[in-house]
């Protein structure tokens, strides 16, 4: 069992950055490739963006491709998503998570161990 836990979400006006974190309970963290997903009121949960348990392979996102980056630090059982010039339309609830192991990375139902989310807030 693995616990994940976001931080770093809060309000930013449109043009601004914002950095997630997601921490893991686990030292297992480095053996998952690990997604970020988002939630916007009234929505579904959307694929952001996800990288590989080495580290050596991203993916994105059409809508966030060169305005987010995710990386992760294994040493530290924490993962990050570095998320520059924000837009009203990135507002959702932010989400961590671990992958299975097959499958498309960008598939939600392939993710085993899911944190609770943190809030991010783009408005002027």
């Known amino acids: 069992q693995v616990q994940l836990k976001e931080s770093g979400g809060g309000w930013v006006q449109p043009g601004g950055s914002l950095r997630l974190s997601c921490t893991a309970s686990a030292r297992t963290f480095s053996t998952y490739d690990l997604g970020w997903f988002r939630q916007a009121p009234g929505e579904g949960r959307e694929f952001v963006a996800a990288i590989t348990f080495s580290g050596s392979t991203t993916a994105y996102d059409e809508a966030v491709k060169g305005r987010f980056t995710i990386s992760r630090h294994n040493a530290n059982n924490t993962a990050y998503l570095q998320m520059n010039m924000l837009k009203p339309e990135d507002t959702a609830v932010y989400f961590c998570?671990?992958?299975?192991?097959?499958?498309?990375?960008?598939?939600?139902?392939?993710?085993?161990?899911w944190g609770q989310g943190t809030q991010v807030t783009v408005s002027s």
């Open positions: 998570a671990l992958h299975g192991g097959s499958g498309p990375l960008h598939r939600g139902s392939l993710y085993v161990y």
